[in-house]
């Protein structure tokens, strides 16, 4: 007989592993999250944007332009281009989710981010 516990998850998201194998990358975007908070105080600001998917593309262009430039720091914020892209594009997927919850129902969201 065996002492070992069971757990059923398979088939649900593997959110804590994405802190384990990017915790640089998820730090680098923290700090963007922080820094923004600096110049825009209200964390949700960016979903009150009009136009959220063309404006943050729009970043994600200039960020990615500079970065195959060979400028690694965006100037303003002195932190990884790279960590804008990311952010920017984290803010269009959440968008998207959020327009369009159909495209996700076969996933295991918590509770209180399904719209129900």
Known sequence: MSNEGKKYDKGKPMI???LRIFPRA?????AVIE???HKY?????WSKNEKIIERYTESIARHLTKYFAGDLLDEESNMP???HV???????????LRC?????????FPK???DE
């Open 86 to 96: 990311a952010w920017n594009t984290l803010a269009i997927l959440e968008y998207d």
């Open 41 to 45: 105080p209200d964390p949700d600001n």
């Open 112 to 114: 209180e981010q399904r």
């Open 81 to 83: 281009h790279l960590a």
């Open 35 to 37: 820094y923004g908070t």
């Open 26 to 30: 998820l730090t680098a975007i923290g």
């Open 16 to 18: 804590g592993t994405i």
């Open 100 to 108: 369009r919850p159909k495209l996700t129902e076969h996933l295991m």
